[in-house]
């Protein structure tokens, strides 16, 4: 698929504007906490970055219910690690409504299709992590919008950590209406915004470059529609998944070795003592030949994961848990930054 060129001020306030959607009835007003409660990031999960709580007597700003008549608000919780939107039971303080929509007679539901709300059940517990060493990538497509960025110095950080790709689950592709209504895309362009929090936006945006190419709709539309979780949820848990990545010996492995060509089985022996013995071969090494050079650069590692993905994931666990994968390509050069 061809994905598309843009700036990266423009491609963020583009994504900024698109933000506003929910997953209930939304609310004008305040809420003020009577007690210290659990704020959620999700409700059906009780995933709680940060183990946020309420404070009593503080007055936080009411976003919407979690259905028409429900029992679960979503506040804005400044200061709140990952997303600051959390959700916290009615019951726990009083919420003042200026213009509120509390009840189908009130406020009609929303019409958003069922792929961009919450999802029914769990999220999928059998996922493949796709992730990108960000220079490699741009040796085989330079003229890409994060690129182009990376190449004029603008997105610096990204070469030197692994970017999301995507996360992927077993399930399939191109799940439900909205998911079939995007299959025969030509371009990431021409699919729906999705609608994100700015709060989601600001964690995804540093560790998915191709988001100045739209790529965060291209992965929402064919693979997060099978996630069963709304877009901020299914975002939320890619980003947790690679930080802790990017945390890991496995990042300081690849920095190591930039600029030599190595055999990726040094990479799966960081995967092993990083995440237990056995975790090499959950993963995939996938490369390709720089047209210019004729090198053979890593670009991507495709990581098996089987597990419920929480707020503050055990990667490990999730990686041992899951089936074997093909090793892939056995040497490969790790690409440093510029053209090479």
Known sequence: MMRSCGTLAGALALLATATAAAAGPPVDGVFEARQACPAVRS???GANPGDVRTAPGTRYRALELNRPGGDHLRVEV????????RWVPLSCGTLQERDAARGAAEAPPRHDP?????????????NVLAVSWQSAFCEIAPRRGECRALARGRIGAAA???SIHGLW???GEYCGPAGAAARDARRWSDLPPVPLR???????APLMPGMLSHLERHEWYSHGTCYNADADEYFADTVALVEALNASPVRAAMLDNVGRTIDTAVIGAAFDAAFGPGARRRV???CDRDPD???TVLVELRIALRGEITADPDLGALIRAAPTRGHGCRRATIDPPGPQ
């Open 169 to 171: 689950p077993d399930a």
């Open 43 to 45: 409700i059906r999960s």
């Open 198 to 204: 700015r709060a989601t936006v600001s964690a995804l």
């Open 284 to 286: 995939t090494f996938e």
């Open 114 to 126: 069922p792929e961009l709300r919450a999802g029914a059940g769990a999220a999928s517990t059998s």
């Open 78 to 85: 400044p200061g709140a690690p990952q997303l600051t939107a």
């Open 160 to 162: 030197a950590r692994f």
């Open 293 to 295: 050079s004729g090198r």
